[in-house]
T-cell receptor
């Protein structure tokens, strides 16, 4: 199965700046990659999916890139706001092929946007 | 839709007791997942079902853990006997694989289990 690495240290960003989070994986290249947001005491919530043949995906202030050569995805939040403070999780299919499987998750990066 | 509904939200139990966690998935979803989250290990997939049938239970830690899905709208995760190391947040999640959502998973709010 997949091994996922996300920066375990909290990321402190000043409001209005762009926050960039990294997700690295070590085994097979997945058919897609997802990002979730988790607030304290809540379940993860889906944000974005990017497929292996897509280099970049955008949704409002969010942008995700996917580099299958580097085995890395970057998650950007532009014009960050204190309300963006949360833990962000990267997720990939558990097994190669990207079929109907469970997802394996990284441990997440805690993002803090300071006013 | 009300989303994935889990109960209880919080449970404190003594070591050795049986614990049953319950889940109602989103109506129409054909996949149901049980995850466990701890600080040390993050989110771990325990087991998942497709159309009420268990597909992969390789993540279930021990025989003390069992899961059932008697119908499309209900699943349980049981721990018997419970141990302090089982303390964690247990999430139930569901997804609709028949559409175009490519395994987007919808999580419940979790059941916070503390075994003392």
């Amino acid at each position: 199965s997949q091994k996922i690495e996300q920066n375990s240290e909290a990321l402190n960003i000043q409001e209005g700046k762009t926050a960039t989070l990294t997700c690295n994986y070590t085994n097979y290249s997945p058919a897609y990659l997802q990002w979730y947001r988790q607030d304290p005491g809540r379940g993860p919530v889906f944000l974005l999916l990017i497929r292996e043949n897509e280099k970049e995906k955008r949704k409002e202030r969010l942008k995700v890139t996917f580099d299958t050569t580097l085995k890395q995805s970057l998650f950007h939040i532009t014009a960050s706001q204190p309300a963006d403070s949360a833990t962000y999780l990267c997720a990939l299919p558990m097994y190669s092929g990207g079929g109907a499987d469970g997802l394996t998750f990284g441990k997440g990066t805690h993002l803090i946007i300071q006013p | 839709d009300a989303g994935v509904i889990q109960s209880p939200r919080h449970e404190v139990t003594e070591m050795g007791q049986e614990v049953t966690l319950r889940c109602k998935p989103i109506s129409g979803h054909d996949y149901l997942f049980w995850y466990r989250q701890t600080m040390m290990r993050g989110l771990e997939l325990l087991i998942y079902f497709n159309n009420n049938v268990p597909i992969d239970d390789s993540g279930m830690p021990e025989d003390r853990f069992s899961a059932k899905m008697p119908n499309a709208s209900f699943s349980t995760l049981k721990i018997q006997p419970s141990e302090p190391r089982d303390s964690a947040v247990y999430f139930c999640a569901s997804s609709d694989q028949s559409g175009t959502e490519e395994n987007t998973i919808y999580f419940g709010e979790g059941s916070w289990l503390t075994v003392v």
